[in-house]
């Protein structure tokens, strides 16, 4: 049980395109939903954490209009890298929990999406 | 604000052999989560192993256990009889009990490489 899906895996685009990036909870109903960054041999920085049917709340520095998130469902979170540049490349990693007030229940996470800007 | 220590950036082990792996928190709140969660070469997060401040005794799964001191704040990983498939980058992170969204906060990760 709790699986995550991650959608696509590996994208490589040219600069200036955005890119959408799909993460979606398989067996569970997941109201919360958490975007990350990580660049190689180092932890994972949150972006943003996506509650369903309202507003993500983005981490200090990390550009709201830069990162679209979107969380129109119980199960399916979406991150647009919107006019992506070479710095935008990285590894994004999604994770879901379980619904608000299910407290203590750990994170499950995707397979995470490898993101290359020519 | 809370945060995560891990201070061996890396580490290596003798298959078969058993290791552990530091972590310490900082926080004033009582009641909290830690977690162990192991990112191998695949670069998948797998939890490996979770604990609740408000019980003492450790957590186990199978070969792997906790040496939770919550007065020392203190959270090492022991894993025992290494395999090859343990190889990957470990993760300690730490959940407040009183968030409403389930927030993780990670430490910077140990690299483990189980030699054969």
């Known amino acids: 049980g709790a699986v995550v899906s991650q959608h696509p895996s590996w994208v490589i685009c040219k600069s200036g395109t955005s890119v959408k990036i799909e993460c979606r909870s398989l067996d569970f109903q997941a109201t919360t939903m958490f975007w990350y960054r990580q660049f190689p041999k180092q932890s994972l920085m949150l972006m943003a954490t996506?509650?369903?049917?309202?507003?993500?709340?983005?981490e200090q520095g990390v550009e709201k209009d830069k990162f679209l998130i979107n969380h129109a469902s119980l199960t399916l979170s979406t991150l647009t890298v919107t006019s992506a540049h070479p710095e935008d490349s990285s590894f994004y990693i999604c994770?879901?929990?379980?619904?608000?007030?299910?407290?203590?229940?750990?994170?499950?996470f995707g397979d995470g999406t490898r993101l290359s800007i020519l | 604000a809370q945060t995560v220590t891990q201070s061996q950036p890396e580490m290596s082990v003798q298959e078969a052999e058993t290791v552990t792996l530091s972590c310490t928190y900082d926080t004033s709140e009582n009641n909290y989560y830690l977690f162990w969660y192991k990112q191998p070469p695949s670069r998948q997060m797998i939890l490996v192993i979770r604990?609740?401040?408000?019980?003492?005794q450790n957590a186990t799964e199978n070969r792997f256990s906790v040496n939770f001191q919550k007065a020392a704040k203190s959270f090492s990983l022991k894993i025992s009889d290494s395999q090859l498939g343990d190889t990957a980058m470990y993760f300690c992170?730490?959940?407040?009990?009183?968030?409403?969204?389930?927030?993780?906060?990670f430490g910077t990760g140990t690299l483990l490489a189980v030699q054969p």
């Open positions: 996506s509650n369903e049917g309202s507003k993500a709340t983005y």
């Open positions: 992170a730490f959940m407040n009990y009183g968030g409403a969204t389930n927030k993780l906060i």
């Open positions: 994770s879901a929990t379980q619904p608000r007030g299910t407290v203590g229940q750990p994170q499950h």
């Open positions: 604990q609740e401040a408000y019980k003492q």
